[in-house]
């Protein structure tokens, strides 16, 4: 008797493993239609009552007042160098540098962005977070790249071949009027081929972005981990008034 339910076991057990086996499923066919979000799609009250507290939050922040701007500042209001773009490269200096420091002991020497990376102007008047997003919309971060003399060389040349005020700082280009380098300071010491530099810029540009290919000849790639967009607002956080100027960073000689 116990043999027959043993057998009788064992035969339920096997048809029911054989009765369960999933059967490979096959896609006929598939079809897919476009559904636009945008202001044709009626709003519903209900949705809207949820999110209002969270969306006012966030504009709240988003628009509380940190400085002031006494007046535009824009990247098209120099030849060689600009407001804009005096003002970015800054802050990426003055933000960065003490990080950079504190994790490796070492100076930044200079900053080198691009002209591109500006994507608005800041208007006269107060200056908020969401004037950083709008400036800065990319999640791009500040890094530092060790370049050698003769890279660094090629970085200048791009910067004249390019025709562009891409910002800069801790660093002084005099050019000839015949649009020749009379002369490179970088951090008020004449350039030198044979040393090594530490030149904040953004992750993309670090990456070869805008056929900046010298950054991918560095000798050391720092990530501080820090927001370029972050740093913007860490700013204008310390700071009253925000009132950068066309200098002499950047000029040719006068005839």
């Known amino acids: 008797m116990d043999l027959k339910i043993k057998h009788f076991v064992i035969f339920i057990t096997i048809g029911l493993t054989f009765s369960c086996k999933q059967q490979i499923q096959n896609v006929a066919s598939m079809e897919g ?4 979000l945008d202001t044709s ?46 003002l970015l490269a800054d802050i990426v200096f003055s933000e960065g540098a003490p990080i950079f420091k504190s994790r490796t002991g070492k100076n930044l020497d200079f900053v080198f962005l691009n002209h591109g990376g500006i994507r608005s102007i800041i208007s006269q008047g107060k200056i908020s977070a969401r004037t950083a997003f709008e400036v800065m919309p990319f999640e791009n971060t500040i890094v530092v790249v060790e370049l050698s003399g003769k890279s660094v060389k090629k970085l200048l040349a791009y910067l004249l071949e390019s025709g562009m005020a891409h910002p ?28 090594h530099y530490f030149v904040a810029t953004s992750d993309y540009l670090a990456a070869g972005g805008d056929s900046m290919i010298f950054f991918k000849e560095a000798l050391s790639v ?3 981990d820090y927001l370029i967009r972050n740093a913007m607002i860490d700013y204008f956080k310390r700071v009253d008034t925000v009132a950068p100027k066309v200098d002499y960073r950047f000029y040719k000689l006068t005839p």
């Open 168 to 195: 800069i700082s801790g660093m002084q280009i005099v050019l000839n009027t015949d649009n020749t380098l009379a002369s490179v300071k970088i951090q008020d010491k004449p350039f030198d081929e044979n040393r």
């Open 41 to 86: 799609i009626p709003q519903k009250d209900s949705i809207n009552a949820y999110i209002k507290p969270y969306r006012d939050r966030v504009n709240h922040i988003l628009d509380s007042t940190l400085a002031y701007a006494p007046k535009k500042i824009t990247k098209v209001d120099g030849p060689y160098n600009t407001t804009a773009g005096n």
């Open 33 to 36: 239609n476009e559904i636009r």
């Open 222 to 224: 720092t990530t501080i």
